[in-house]
């Protein structure tokens, strides 16, 4: 029988997801998924289930498949998480003003 997690230990799971997204690159863009601005939600669950609603540059992204794969087993992979489904939406469209200032600058749109 598991014990429940207090919103601390959510919060921190939460971020060690964040992290391991932040290791995870757009194969066309030399940015991260999370500062690109295709991550639009991480939720923890008490039972240590991650919820991750991302989206795509496009529907017709050629990463389609593989990259929301890639997302979720890299978040599994974290000893705290039990299992993780990754969502995909494309409400809001993504845009280039989803990117964080930091992407930006790296692509010099700023």
């Not at 030399?30 to 496009?58: F, N």
Request: one cysteine or more; proline letters at 6%; aromatic letters at 4%.
């Amino acid at each position: 029988m598991s014990e429940e997690l207090s919103r601390a230990e959510m919060q921190k799971i939460g971020e060690e997801v964040v992290g391991v997204l932040c290791t995870i690159f757009d194969p066309e863009i030399p940015v991260d998924i999370y500062q690109l601005g295709l991550i639009y939600d991480v939720q923890v669950s008490t039972e240590r289930d991650v919820h991750i609603l991302m989206t795509l540059t496009s529907p017709n992204c050629p990463v389609a498949e593989s990259l929301p794969q890639e997302v979720k087993e890299k978040s599994r992979a974290l000893d705290a998480v039990r299992d993780v489904e990754v969502e995909i939406t494309f409400d809001p469209p993504w845009d280039k003003d989803m990117m964080s200032e930091e992407a930006k600058l790296e692509l010099g749109i700023l």
